[in-house]
């Protein structure tokens, strides 16, 4: 046998190794396309809100996503040094703010947490993306408008980490969202990428 063949049944069995295995919480696929889109093409709800608190910004760009069954828009900026993504449901109401970071900007403390987590399930792992999510509480009517003021007292704090990992059982790429405390609360496998959202300046 080829060594071509021979890592083809290696990917093949790891494919169904993955579908027997167990993991850290009930996983789930993102499965996400996004598309470009016009500034008229977002719904009439999330322009008044970025018209209203980002109308001085330039380079706004603007999305479409669709995640399995749920459809999203996002509009993605640049502020206060960094990059962010204002994601909005279906009919212009605000989800979540992204922040793109890098892992020196979280603390020693969650950022140990955080890779203690990830080491004891990987042999080896890298983080290819890390953002910080600014969303309201669950127990609270107050708005992501906080997130404007520096006022984060109403509002929870999420980090969602894309990494490249492997063990004996799994291989690929992965989407992890940690609590502000370091706790796993959602591992989804990336079906699919697309590269049409990338950050381009």
């Known amino acids: 046998m080829s060594i071509k063949s021979t890592y083809l049944l290696f990917l093949i069995y790891l494919g169904f190794s993955f579908g027997a295995s167990s ?19 977002m719904p009439i709800l999330a322009l008044e809100f970025i018209d209203t608190y980002f109308h001085d910004l330039e380079r706004i760009k603007y999305y479409q996503e669709k995640d399995g069954d749920v459809q999203t828009f996002e509009a993605k900026l640049e502020w206060h040094d960094h990059k962010y993504s204002v994601e909005f449901k279906g009919n212009g109401e ?5 922040q793109l970071i890098v892992i020196d900007e979280i603390s020693d403390t969650l950022r140990t947490a955080i890779n203690e987590e990830i080491a004891n399930h990987y042999n080896s ?3 290819t993306r890390l953002q910080r999510q600014f969303l309201p509480k669950p127990d609270s009517e107050d ?33 992890l969202l940690f609590s502000d405390q370091g706790v ?7 079906v699919r990428r697309s590269f049409d959202n990338i950050w381009i300046p």
């Open 23 to 41: 993991v850290l919480i009930a996983q789930s696929e993102k499965n996400e396309i996004e598309k470009s889109i016009k500034k008229h093409e």
């Open 94 to 98: 605000i989800l979540d703010i992204e």
């Open 125 to 127: 792992y890298e983080i």
């Open 143 to 175: 708005d992501i408008r906080f997130f404007l003021d520096n006022d984060y007292t109403n509002l929870s704090l999420r980090y969602e980490l894309e990494i490249d990992a492997r063990n004996k059982k799994e291989l690929g790429s992965f989407e």
């Open 184 to 190: 796993l609360i959602q591992k989804r496998r990336i």
